[in-house]
């Protein structure tokens, strides 16, 4: 019960706490174990106010704005990569913690999606959302990291071509003779080069998902 004035008048109000589960706290605030290791929890009242979340619809003019900004987050991050390898290098080898917004691999991908479909804590509709969002934002990444102007991806190509496709004007404003193709051949070292690292990276990112797992929930 608690008294409180308003406008001059005084209200009694009377506050009924509710059952909140909690982790039970020895005298020296550790929390106590049970026999199986895990922490025990107690029934103890609660008189405050706690966050919600509330799922509601979006404008059809709003998916455009959401999408580029999608689209630019994922840039930075494939653009950021190598950086990000060294976060995930120390996490899976040493004790640094790992970055839940940092690069996760095919297993950390599949982890975390079991990890919403079994989550009971939230509606049906939004482990659905939550499912095609990282169906979405895995397109996206994969879009993205192939445009890289690398070979051999489909970006280096698409470089190949431009550039070719370059030479030509040159030449053909200078009056000289067409340059003829861009011999790929010479690339093949680049090539080599580019799909070694992206399979250490898929190892190390595998070994990482495997030691060191990244919990949406926690």
Same mark, same amino acid.
């Given at each position: 019960?608690? &008294?409180? &004035? ?16 909690v982790v039970e706290l020895a005298d020296d ?11 025990? $929890?107690?029934?103890?009242?609660? %008189?405050?106010?706690?966050? $919600? ?16 900004? /999608?689209?630019?987050?994922? %840039?930075?991050? %494939? ?22 917004? +940092?690069?996760? @691999?095919?297993?950390? %991908? ?6 919403? /479909?079994?989550?009971?804590?939230? $509606?049906? +509709?939004?482990?659905?959302? @939550? ?28 470089? +190949? ?20 193709p861009v011999d790929v051949a010479k690339a ?5 080069a580019v799909s070694g690292v992206m399979v ?17 929930? @926690?």
């Open positions: 019960m608690s &008294r409180l &004035r308003l406008d001059g008048e005084t209200a009694v109000l009377t506050i009924t706490p509710v059952e909140n589960e605030g550790t929390a106590v174990l049970g026999p199986d290791g895990e922490p025990q $929890t107690v029934t103890a009242g609660f %008189v405050g106010v706690t966050p $919600t979340r509330e799922m509601g619809p979006a404008s059809v003019a709003d998916v455009p704005a959401f999408t580029l900004d /999608a689209f630019a987050r994922t %840039v930075g991050i %494939v653009v950021k990569l190598p950086v990000r390898m060294v976060d995930v290098v120390q996490a899976a080898f040493g004790t640094e913690e790992r970055d839940p917004n +940092g690069p996760i @691999g095919l297993v950390g %991908v599949g982890r975390i999606t079991g990890e919403i /479909a079994s989550y009971d804590e939230i $509606t049906l +509709g939004e482990k659905v959302a @939550g499912l095609l969002g990282i169906l979405g934002s895995l397109n996206m990444a994969l879009f993205v990291f192939n445009l890289l102007p690398l070979l051999p991806l489909d970006g280096g190509h698409v470089a +190949g071509a431009l550039w070719e496709g370059l030479r030509r004007q040159i030449a053909r404003l200078r009056k000289r003779p067409d340059p003829g093949l070292p680049l090539v080599y250490v990276m898929f190892v190390i990112l595998l070994y990482a998902d495997i030691v060191r797992p990244i919990s949406i929930y @926690g």
